[in-house]
């Protein structure tokens, strides 16, 4: 029998990032717990970026989520949020997800991130390593621009982001 917060997590699953549609919140490492009690679901939230104009909407997401899932067992929905989350976080799945999407996943992070880990990074199309950085800023703040000298095809990256606790 499935306990409550597995239920939850499953139901989290279906919830994906508006902005990286092919990962979950779960994928993406940003549900950190989740909780029932009595009446009450609360779950434990991370946005990937703390200024990431995405956080609302995914707080949207995550409460109708619920709310559908589990609409006669629970009074309230509280999302606790917290701004530490780093690139390590994302699940093995999630990076391959990503690769699958012709996004180059973050390598996981053990030290200060630096302008180098955005250098010559594997193309995701063709596996190349003849790669070169259009712009360290792509279509949202997480993702970098990246263009393949083998394939001649732009692919973005994931950028590696660490916290330092």
Not at 10 to 26: A, G, W, Y
Not at 118 to 139: E, K, R, S, W
Request: charged share 20%; with cysteine.
């Amino acid at each position: 029998m499935k306990s409550r917060e597995n239920e939850i997590n499953e139901t989290l699953k279906n919830v994906f990032d508006p902005e990286i549609p092919m990962l979950s919140v779960i994928d993406l490492g940003m549900i950190t717990a989740v909780k029932w009690d009595d009446k009450t679901i609360t779950v434990s939230m991370i946005p990937t970026y703390a200024a990431c104009p995405a956080s609302g909407y995914i707080k949207k997401l995550i409460l109708d989520a619920l709310n559908a899932s589990f609409p006669a067992s629970t009074n309230d929905v509280l999302i606790d949020t917290t701004i530490h989350w780093d690139t390590n976080r994302i699940s093995e799945f999630g990076k391959q997800r990503l690769k699958e999407a012709r996004i180059t996943p973050p390598p996981f992070v053990t030290a200060e991130v630096t302008r180098e880990m955005l250098l010559g990074i594997a193309c995701p199309v063709c596996n190349g390593t003849q790669t070169f950085l259009q712009m360290p800023f792509g279509y949202t703040l997480c993702r970098a621009i990246h263009f393949c000298k083998t394939c001649n095809q732009s692919f973005e990256q994931f950028k590696p982001l660490k916290i330092d606790s």
